[in-house]
């Protein structure tokens, strides 16, 4: 008899399919600027650890650390178990510097699945999600990558047509774009969203009034400087405490907390690091500290 994992976080549906409500991002197991490389072994560990523990949806993209990261999600996993679902996204592409540029028409979506296909060696990606570039964070379109999101999305649908994605998601747009696209059938949105900024509320609240998962990115406060971090906040800390728990768990709980169908994608190098975030899904948030925890972003403004 197999085994059944405990879905961390528990379970809800993506493109119609169970996964686990806490999934597990792959950007950082690629190279990123400034920092040591990431060690081998090390990560095709953190890839295995997590779908041993009930991982199975992992979020990834040809241009991380330029294809670094499927490079590993494939010979960790390969082949892949029936239920993992492996999303990915298109919009930018790896330059010949070690960075990105944009990479928004048509023609260059359709090149972002099937490289993102070879890379990993299957023949459907279960959601690929379209990265706007119209606004921060992250680069900008410009000239010819200025491009319209009805185009985008009429090639996405041939994509999904022929069987080359499950379906179609969005990353980093406004409400408006959300609902332009609404017609093409969205299975997911992932927006920059945290318990210290919430300024994309309305594309969540557009997901909720049409049960469209929702992936916010930077869970825990913008990686850019500068900005706010949740586990630096009082109530935060505080609540952690009172919870035996860190307040990066804190963090993650509060997100679970406000949307059914919230998924989090929290990546790491880092075994342990690994191991606190899936525990992130048991902790449970009573009214009072939700309450002081909805507070915070008020307190920042």
Known sequence: MTETKKAPGGSTLLAGRPVARIGFGAMQLGPLRGRPPVDR?????????????????????????????????????????????????????????????AAQ???????????????????????????????????LAEGDQLVDLDSQLAELIALRDEGKIGAIGLS????????????AGIACVQNGYNLVDRA???VLDLCREHDIAWVPFFPLGSAFPGHPKVVEQPAVIEAAASLGVT????????????????????????????????AAGDVRLDTDIVESLDGVAASLS
């Open 247 to 278: 307040p990066a768990q804190v963090g993650l709980a509060w997100l679970l907390a406000h949307y059914e169908h919230t998924l989090l994608i929290p990546g790491t190098a880092d075994p342990g690091h690994l191991d606190e975030n899936l």
């Open 41 to 101: 072994p090390r990560a095709l560990e953190v890839l295995r650890r997590a779908v041993d523990q009930g991982v199975n949806h992992i979020d990834t993209a040809q241009f991380y650390g330029d294809g670094a990261c499927n490079e590993l999600i494939r010979e960790a996993l390969h082949p892949f178990p029936d239920d993992l679902a492996l999303v990915s996204k298109v919009g930018a592409d790896h330059d010949q510097r070690d960075g990105l540029v």
């Open 172 to 183: 980093n747009v406004s409400a408006a774009q959300l609902r332009q696209a609404l017609p």
């Open 200 to 202: 994309t509320g309305p």
């Open 105 to 139: 028409r048509p023609e260059q979506l359709r090149a972002g699945v099937e490289e993102n296909l070879a890379a990993l060696g299957i023949d459907q990606l279960a959601v690929v999600n379209l990265r706007r570039l119209d606004a921060p964070p992250g680069i």
